[in-house]
């Protein structure tokens, strides 16, 4: 649809006037005198961006706030200074959020609902929900006028076109981690679908909207606004939506395989304000051949824990067989509740009756295992307290036991390394983390997952080395002997430079109130690999993360913010004269 000459004359002059700016000036509009702005707007009906401006124009926030002549020099087609066209762009990000709030709520709705967890023995990229996810995103980048690109169904491409080369790569993913749905339970007693957004309070949950599809669709909107309202772009902006993050991590790889790599990268799916640090993603996975129970005793004959390496569950649930249960179920509570006092206290142990066994079930706090800190991890506690009962409460040795001295040994309850003593720590990325997390059993064999987050000062070569030593001169002492797989990455460390990432800093911590510095973060996203690659949000570094918890959520303010935010960026990255 052509659209006015008056609206494309003014375009034209915005992204004319662009060349004399000094780019790293300020919006001047606090996120408090955002704020105010939208109070004036509850409920209003909002047209296109000009009706919204000249009503805030006309408002008595504008008037205070001294924003008339930045709006009145847009609207009348005029050259802006730097300090006004970066008002406008946040005028911009406010206008996205009234207009488009509801919908993309809504959106965002439809796209928890899709189940997008991976199912053992099918590829990614032929699991069924991925198709339909991929058919949803697409008919809303074609509703918004936008180009989207299947391929392959490993990544779905959304372009929005600008007048250069350049490309700034939008990075998001549609892919969730697990779910133990009985674990999604509030402290209240109210029981939650993962897959449905629920709405209590402030507080939208459900698996995926914190961590990412929260991003997924901010991008979207933000696409929609600057197309729609045909604001010129110096440059093209693709979103590159991933299916295999959370997993594989193949899908990014194949897309660039066979599509040219963007000159910038943002992830929107780690930390405010500008994350240009990211520790190395490492596992340890140890594998106990099953074998027959031998001594005395109750046997322990499953344990659950974390269904991906990367999460830290809520509980780890252990069952026990015995022909006393009863009196096994009274030991093991007593014993419990002596551990508990020992070890912070902060955990729950619980031992009950079911039929002839027992099942003993340990509840900590779940958490994303790059930030086991927050969280109070189940498996470590339920493993280290199945090895503390050694001449407590009889048990028979097997694979499971054989697990619980190995992690009681090695790991035990610290994060930190420290009980291996393989702990360091970098000045500015912190120290490595290691957290208990995956456990999985059948038939065969027990495996258990060390999650690591490994900062700059050692190489993974090394790192690898040294804990293999340490775990090989175990083994030799207790004849205990899992096989064990080693997989260490590089972490990421840039040099933080250009006018692009003074903007991301400026908008970021503009909005939220934060400092003005450049962050670093545990959290391995896809840009790890790809040149001038930041994080940017969508997570708001002082509030607990709840991607990968259970009972994970996005509160509707925040994700009000974050459109507004990546709206603000986007039109303000996109004018940019030079990045």
Sequence with gaps: MNFPLKRLAAATLVLASLSSFATSACANITAQQSDAILKTF?????????????????????????????????????????????????????????????????????????????????????????????EKIKGLAESFNLHFRNIDNRVYEISLEGAGK???????????????????????????????????????????????????????????????????????????????????????????????????????????????????????????????????????????????TNQIPSRSVVTLLTDQPAELAASLQKAGAEYVQRNGGDFEVSAKVEGTGVTLTITGVSAHSSEPQSGVNPVARMLDFINSLDGKVALKHNQITDAARYAADNWGLDYLGGKLGVGFSDSFMGPLTASLTYVAM????????????????????????????????????????????????????????GEWVKALLAVASENLNMEHKFGTSAGATSVHELPNGVQFGLARPDVKYTGHTDSEFKTTGQFLLDLQIVTEMMGRIGQLPKL
């Design 42 to 134: 509850n409920d209003a009906s909002i047209t296109d961006f000009r009706q919204f401006l000249g009503r805030v124009a006309k408002s008595d926030v504008a008037k205070t706030e001294k924003l008339a002549p930045a709006i009145n020099a847009f609207l009348g087609n005029k050259k802006l200074s730097a300090e006004q066209q970066n008002e406008i762009h946040r005028l911009l990000g406010l206008y996205a959020r009234v207009k488009y709030g509801g919908a993309a709520t809504e959106t965002l709705r439809e796209l928890v609902a899709i189940p997008t967890v991976r199912k053992d023995g099918v590829p990614q990229y032929e699991n069924p929900e991925f198709i339909q996810i991929a």
């Design 166 to 308: 350049e490309v700034v790569g939008i990075h998001a993913h549609a892919d969730v981690v697990p779910v133990t749905p009985e674990n999604w339970v509030l402290k209240d007693g109210t029981r939650l679908d993962p897959f449905k957004v629920t709405l209590i309070g402030d507080r939208m949950y459900g698996r995926g909207t914190e961590d990412d599809k929260n991003g997924i669709v901010v991008a979207l909107y933000a696409m929609k606004v600057i197309k729609e309202e045909k604001l010129p772009l110096a440059r093209n902006f693709k979103l590159l939506i991933d299916t295999t993050e959370e997993t594989a991590g193949d899908a990014i790889p194949y897309y660039f395989e066979r599509n040219p790599v963007p000159d910038y990268n943002l992830a929107l799916d780690g930390s405010y304000p500008v994350v240009i640090a990211e520790k190395g993603y490492g596992t340890v996975m140890a594998t106990f051949a099953r074998r027959n129970a031998e001594g005395e005793g109750a046997e322990v004959a499953s344990m659950t824990g974390g269904m991906a």
């Design 442 to 497: 059948d038939d065969k064999a027990l495996k258990l997952a060390v999650n690591l987050r490994v900062p700059k000062g050692k190489s993974p070569d090394t790192l690898k080395s040294e804990i293999a030593g340490k775990l090989d001169a175990w083994t030799r002492k207790t004849h205990i002997t899992p096989a064990f797989d080693y997989s260490i990455a590089e972490p990421m460390y840039r040099n933080p430079e």
